[in-house]
């Protein structure tokens, strides 16, 4: 087994790290500028995303305008792209690093919307910090626009060493807890759950405050179903 993170001198407890939030609370943001600063002093980092969650092909990127490359773009069975790609099989996600890295050495591996990860991606997530001793740092959303958790938030949940949640606010100016989705001005929650648009003038995504959540839902020409 390659220990992949072993410092001289002593030994590293490399921990799973879990931020979450609502849409709208700088996860891709902090996770660059994490990147940045591991990369701005000579550390290695390897970053991973779902490639059905890219909006730039290759890329994380920000509301801010910031962008960062994503080394492994990830995929579970029955995920499907914007071109109507279908994949049958999931990333192994701990064999897939393996493959990337050889024998070099990596300081922290990075994950963006860990929450469309399958458990059993997640659970190797958690093998590359106990395993290999590497410290991964993981963002995500905590329910889907239905409020119900996503299936690798839930693993997540149950396996993080440490779980932070970063806030957002509401237009109402509380604090925001889930997400909405309008389409073509409307309010729309119902299938399909994930729906991937490049184009903010038809699909646009809200962080909510739980009345608002339901103030919205309850409106003319909401669908919720």
């Keep these: 087994m390659i220990k992949i993170n072993r410092w001289a001198g002593g030994f590293n407890m490399a921990k799973l790290h879990f931020l979450y939030g609502a849409m709208n609370c700088g996860k891709s943001d902090t996770m660059i500028s994490t990147a940045f600063n591991y990369a701005e002093n000579g ?3 390897v970053t991973m995303m779902p490639e059905m969650s890219m909006r730039k092909p290759g890329f994380t990127t920000s509301r801010a305008g910031k ?3 994503i080394d492994i773009a990830t995929h579970k069975a029955g995920d499907k792209l914007p071109d109507e790609t279908k994949f049958e099989d999931s990333t192994p996600v701990y064999e897939t690093l393996h493959k990337l890295i050889g024998d070099r050495a990596v ?3 990075l994950v963006d919307e860990v929450n469309f990860m399958s458990p059993e991606q997640v659970d190797d997530l ?4 106990k395993i290999d001793d590497t410290s991964v740092i993981a963002f995500g959303i905590r329910t889907d626009i239905q409020r119900h958790l996503f299936e ?3 693993r997540m949940f149950e396996l ?3 779980v932070k949640k970063m806030p957002t606010m509401c237009p109402c100016g509380q604090q925001a807890e889930f997400n909405g989705r309008f389409v073509d001005g409307n309010f729309h929650v119902g299938e399909p759950i994930v729906w991937i648009d490049n184009d903010p003038t ?3 995504y809200q962080s909510l405050c739980g009345q608002c959540y339901l103030d919205n839902a309850s409106s003319p020409g909401a669908i919720t179903k």
């Design 152 to 154: 690798g938030t839930r």
């Design 67 to 69: 962008e960062w490359p």
């Design 107 to 109: 300081q922290c591996v």
């Design 202 to 204: 038809r699909v646009r």
């Design 160 to 162: 993080a060493d440490t």
């Design 43 to 45: 550390l290695k980092v």
């Design 126 to 129: 958690e093998k590359i910090a």
